[in-house]
């Protein structure tokens, strides 16, 4: 016998998977209600709150987010309680009694189970304060695509759990979590890899003292950072020298397919047009690959090209066709290709035994006045990574500068860069400029890299607050809008692994996390090689750029990537090859120190 309906309204808020298919007209207008007041609510601003098709939130639970974004069919159960900045993909699901805090990312396909909490934050212990008076931190949980959680579970503030996890029901979840893993316990322990039979890692005496027949619980989990590629590295090496034999077997045919007929200009893959960065990036994979210059042109007419291209009058360098670069207000255009060729034809040349014709006049003639003007002018706020692309090439410029045996800029110049860039990094962050709500910490970690390569590393200096750094490139690299698989592209994957691997080298500070994740991108990355043709770029958000199309930037990008992830992991000999160019992971040398 049917039950009345105002008794099914308490079924949907404990059994809202239900409510699609079950709720009367009047049921669907009181949900709709309820949307109403939280796209409408108290303090809510346009686009805090984002409700997608199909989505269900009862009314028992107590939703106060600063910004919820749920995907479509997802739902938020009876009694849960949801507060911070909460973010979730398609098809999630928030049961009873669980409490979602901070700010939280889920990918598509997450089920939380019941009385599970996600604590995104935490206090701080310092005995000189009561515990009520401490101040509150967040680094933030992102979990990924296909996820069960079950119930009971905790996952603290910090963690990354990967794709296609299962975490046991009770398990305490406290460190990252690979994809496929499946995980039991407290703390959660590795059991097995989803993708095993169950029983598999127990019969090999991999149980790590779980009880047996906990991988058969309701959901399960966790493998600490610690399973990187120390748990099995001849697998990992004997991949990395295969892939690297390989790819100097195949170096001349991806180069002959991105040479253009006729004019022997090289493109950066077949169609395109061909470019003054292409020609770079073949001289630096055939000097990674081949230890030689590619081989269609003597080394000699290789440096006679690249040296015509520079303006005699200002020494920037133009694209093909193009006319000469007007400098900006402190040397340098803040935007285009004649400030990426301060760094791909500077190292051209350099990798060829050769250097610029003349120095970069405009910022041999930058005062120090006017550079600290203009890096107070620069977009930190909400393009933080062209704000770092200029310092990258003007302090670039001013090394070759060096290197010509010219003064770098006007005196006090160099010194006014860096004693400006220390005085303005935020100590909390370790970097310059701000997170964005459209793309979060993107800009801001991208910038870094640009500015850290041109500047302290390529100077050989040491970088501030090195261990704030490692925090928040950790943090971003859980970011699923840019590495969920299939987002991942060469230019986030580089702009996090340098920081990591230059940071390294002044604190052990996380150092388990940074492997663990340079692994994963490791095993990866080597997928991505086509045989013949190289690496793709990989996807970019607004379509541009050389996107998936195997090519000589993609290649010349993550063979260098490649190495710096295998260096972290201390693989890096097995490659046979080292950068030496614009990646180079020694200071430039001959470039006087500030």
């Known amino acids: 016998m049917n039950q009345p309906e105002s008794d099914d309204d308490g079924l949907f808020d404990h059994c809202p998977w239900l409510y699609a298919e079950q ?323 500077g190292y051209a040349l350099d990798l060829l035994g050769s250097s610029f014709a003349h120095p970069v006049h405009p910022v041999r003639t930058t005062t120090a006045d006017r550079l600290v003007r203009h890096l107070a002018d620069l977009p930190w706020r909400d393009r933080a990574w062209h704000a770092g692309a200029w310092v990258d090439s003007w302090s670039t410029a001013a090394h070759w500068n060096l290197r010509l045996g010219t003064e770098a800029a006007a005196p006090g110049a160099l010194e006014a860069l860096f004693g400006w860039l220390h005085t303005h990094a935020d100590p909390w962050t370790g970097m310059w400029g701000s997170p964005t709500p459209e793309s979060g910490r993107l800009q801001m970690v991208n910038g870094y890299y640009r500015l850290t390569r041109g500047s302290f590393a390529q100077f050989g200096l040491p970088v501030p607050y090195a261990e704030r750094v490692i925090d928040t490139v950790l943090d971003h690299a859980r970011d699923p809008r840019h590495f969920a698989p299939g987002r991942e592209n060469a230019c986030n994957v580089l702009d996090v692994i340098h920081p990591l691997w230059l940071c390294a080298r002044q604190t052990s500070h996380r150092a388990e996390e940074a492997r663990s994740w340079a692994a994963n991108q490791l095993t990866a990355a080597l997928r991505r090689w086509h045989p013949g043709r190289g690496f793709p770029f990989g996807p970019t958000p607004d379509g541009t750029g050389p996107g998936r199309e195997p090519g000589l930037q993609g290649t010349e990008m993550w063979l260098a990537i490649i190495w710096l992830l295998a260096d972290l992991v201390g693989l890096a000999d097995v490659l046979g090859y080292r950068p030496r160019g614009i990646h180079r992971p020694e200071p430039a040398p001959a470039a006087e120190r500030p």
């Open 23 to 345: 709720a009367s007209e009047r049921q669907r207008a009181a949900q709709e209600q309820r949307r109403k007041r939280l796209l409408g609510g108290a303090g809510s601003v346009a686009g805090s709150v984002r409700l997608g098709e199909g989505c269900f939130v009862a009314e028992t639970a107590a939703v106060y987010p600063d910004v919820l974004h749920l995907g479509d069919r997802s739902y938020i159960a009876a009694h849960a309680y949801v507060t911070g900045d909460i973010r979730t993909g398609a098809d999630c699901t928030i049961n009873p009694f669980t409490v979602v805090r901070g700010t939280v990312a889920l990918g598509d396909g997450v089920r939380i189970g019941a009385h599970s909490s996600l604590l995104a934050f935490n206090h701080g212990t310092s005995p000189e304060l009561p515990v009520h008076q401490q101040p509150v931190t967040s680094r933030g949980i992102t979990i990924g695509d296909d996820v069960w959680i079950g119930s009971h579970v905790v996952v603290v503030d910090g963690v990354t759990i990967g794709d296609h996890c299962v975490v046991g029901a009770g398990a305490v979840v406290t460190k990252d979590l690979p994809a496929w893993t499946v995980a039991a316990g407290n703390p959660a322990r590795r059991i097995r890899d989803r993708r095993e039979p169950r029983g598999a890692a127990q019969r090999a005496g991999a149980s790590g003292g779980v009880a047996p027949g906990a991988a058969e619980s309701d959901a399960a989990a966790s493998g600490s950072g610690a399973q990187h590629p120390a748990q099995e590295p001849p697998a990992l090496a004997g991949e990395l020298s295969a892939f690297a034999t390989a790819a100097r077997a195949q170096a001349a045919d991806l180069l002959d397919r991105c040479r253009q007929p006729g004019t022997g200009r090289y493109v950066d893959r077949p169609g395109a047009e061909p470019t003054v960065r292409a020609h770079c990036d073949a001289v630096e994979i055939a000097d990674l690959l081949l230890g030689e210059p590619p081989p269609h042109l003597p080394a000699a007419e290789h440096v006679a090209r690249l040296r015509a291209l520079q303006d005699p009058v200002t020494g920037l360098v133009p694209e093909y066709g193009a006319a000469p670069p007007v400098p900006g207000p402190a040397g340098l255009p803040e935007d285009g290709a004649s400030a990426y060729h301060v760094l791909c034809v």
